[in-house]
């Protein structure tokens, strides 16, 4: 098998098991049984999405996909710090 091949082989594998991870997570957020859980889930959704984010720049040979990627991840976090500290204390500023 060449290398051109085990590279697509492995691209795939790894497209379907962030995807069955996304759907799970969704699954999470639906069902959830807190706002813990809900808040861990999205946060979780966006990691599995910055990975197919790169995956799909691997396949598609460009790095536009990493830098958006990179956007994804630091509004990602954000919002999660941002929600949490809503839960913690009721409020976003002070």
Known sequence: MSDAGLLDHALAFGFVAFGL?????????????????RV?????????VIALIVLLGIRQSTQAYFEA???FA?????????????????RLVE
């Open 40 to 48: 861990l889930a999205v946060d979780t959704m966006v990691i599995d």
């Open 74 to 90: 630091m509004f990602g976090f954000v919002a999660t710090v941002s929600f949490c500290r809503f839960m913690l204390r009721g």
């Open 21 to 37: 991870a996304l759907l799970l997570n969704l699954l999470r957020l639906v069902k959830g049984p807190t706002t813990t859980d």
């Open 69 to 71: 990627a990179l956007l």
